[in-house]
């Protein structure tokens, strides 16, 4: 950037205490637009106009983490995510500054050449001040994937230290680019195959590739992340007497002891809806067999080390989840009718289309994995939505979203693929006081809106 580029701050109010809709958080936010590489008002040779978005230290984002305002007044406009009974109240729309900027924070793309700048980045969002005590480290591994960079953003909005290990296989540094650098955050890179030493107090295990395309690209790795890789995060969680957490589904293992088990460990089930009490029906030698029986072998894990070294652990099966920052290619339904209809191709249903999914919203999760973290309860947890849709269901919805005019299309349906997913969450709901508050066409709307801008900013294609 050269020495005559100007920046315009301006200073947009976004919402105060009284505002219409009621919300009771208020913040404001400062924009720099970057005009001009080398004049004021001069535009590039390919006349595309650079702008991007920061924040000045001295923004008013503030928020009451102990309120229970989750909607406005009308009862169904969604304000903010989080539980009061945690303190993990973070206002929406401080979020979406970070997974749906209108403008990339650190980037400009020129789609003429297909160039990307980036740029160093000034400020951070605000995060909450804890007081010594409230204030923990945490280790998030899996922390640059799909849920594990969500998980994050809310753990470093709330305010503690976190770490994050990831060896990039599947996950990304963009998604959590907006904190590099920050005090309270550390990305390193890191395989949890290979022992890692450092003290905290919490983990979230959630590293492992969870979708087909990818736990079947290496099944022995796959194998190995989940057994290896829980052994070592459990090990870990041993000596510094951390709290350790397991997830299992979405590549989402997290040290706090709390196991997040992808539904997987219920295979193909006999039983309709999923109570936590079920013990599954899994093909142990099939194509889903490394990914089944691994995450099967990592609860067997997690409660031998809570039975015999009195770890403190948490269980938490996640059924389907979807939201932005999924893999564009990662073979889910959700990224691959929202690809499909974006670029005008027919939507691809394996199978008749009958068989059933419950989606859930990225938010309602990470509120559930937080909530389960910080609760005294051992035992397995269901997190999911049990509104059941099946697969046709959810392409038309997917292709009416986007207003596509794509055609559906079957074809042969893969080998073990379950014909039912419901999860059963009385659990969660008697435990946690959790259940899900996404509407999935709401959902649907912001991942939808993820993936276009994803596509304009020349980052998937």
Known sequence: MSDQSSSKIISETISNTSNESGNNFGFIESVTDINNRKDNLIKTESNIEEETSTFKRNDEWFWDTNSEQIFAQDSKTIIAVGHASVKSIVPLELLRHIYLPQKPHDRIFDPTTRTISYLQPRSYLPVNSLIQGEKKRILVTGGAGFVGSHLVDRLMLIGHEVIVLDNFFTGRKNNLAHWIGHPNFELIRHDVVDPFLIE??????LACPASPPH????PIKTVKTSVMGTINML?????????????STSGIHLIFIMLKNLVEVYG???EHPQAETYWGHVNPIGPRACYD??????ETLTYAYMHQDSVDVRVARIFNTFGPRMNENDGRVVSNFIMQALKGEELTIYGDGLQTRSF???????DGLILLMNKDYMEPINLGNPDEYTIREFAELIRNEVNSSSKIKTLP???DDPKKRRPDILRAEQILGWKPRWPVKQGIGETVKYFKRQMEAGLIG
Do not use: C
């Open 360 to 366: 859930q919203y990225v938010h309602d999760l990470v």
């Open 200 to 205: 905290v107090d919490q983990i979230y295990h």
């Open 268 to 270: 193909d089930p006999e």
């Open 293 to 298: 029986e691994g995450k099967r072998v990592a």
């Open 235 to 247: 090990g870990l969680a041993k000596r510094v007497k951390a709290r350790f957490l397991l997830t």
């Open 215 to 218: 736990y079947q690209y290496n």
């Open 413 to 415: 349906a893969p080998t």
